[in-house]
């Protein structure tokens, strides 16, 4: 019954350091990510590492999602459907 907001306050006063946020309504969809979601995620908790999932369909995605320093993507469909190649990932491998 936490809010988003409420879920991370609570975690992250004990330590927490990423969080996994799967936008659910796109999870499988591949229509976008949520971007608006975890930019404000990343700007209300900037020292906690934000992984984005659900909706992501396309490099561009990932791409929009690192130019906002989103720390991670979960790429699960559109690396199944072909849309996305690991060997186009190479330059985000740290």
Do not use: Q
């Amino acid at each position: 019954d936490l809010l988003l907001d409420d879920f991370i306050h609570r975690f992250s006063t004990r330590g927490i350091s990423s969080v996994i946020c799967t936008d659910v309504s796109r999870d499988g969809k591949m229509i976008g990510p949520a971007f608006d979601l975890y930019e404000s995620i990343k700007n209300k908790w900037p020292v906690i590492n934000v992984i984005a999932s659900g909706g992501v369909a396309s490099l561009a995605d990932i791409y929009a999602l690192n130019e906002m320093n989103i720390d991670g993507v979960i790429i699960g469909k559109a690396l199944y459907e072909g849309n996305i190649h690991l060997n186009h990932l190479k330059e985000f491998l740290c």
